[in-house]
């Protein structure tokens, strides 16, 4: 289950490194704009997996509190 978890960090991780160097390849922007895009981008990775994190937390907690009985 852990390593269900982490591949599936490492590929949204990867795939967003992917989009942003398709985008920055193919789009007519200057250098700036595209700086910015990846930075956005970025930014949007970290908070996704950051969200996602914080759901399979509570999650596992969820489970845990079931298990116990709470």
């Known amino acids: 289950m852990f390593g269900t ?3 599936f960090t490492f590929g ?3 795939g967003g490194i992917a989009g942003i160097a398709a985008a920055s390849l193919l789009t ?10 990846i930075r956005s981008s970025f ?9 996602g994190k914080q759901k399979k937390r509570e999650d ?5 509190k079931h298990r116990w009985g709470e």
């Open 5 to 7: 978890i982490i591949k």
């Open 28 to 37: 007519p922007k200057s250098g700036e704009e595209i700086r910015e895009d």
């Open 60 to 64: 596992l907690e969820a489970d845990l």
């Open 43 to 51: 930014d949007e990775i970290k908070l996704d997996y950051e969200l």
């Open 12 to 14: 949204i991780i990867v």
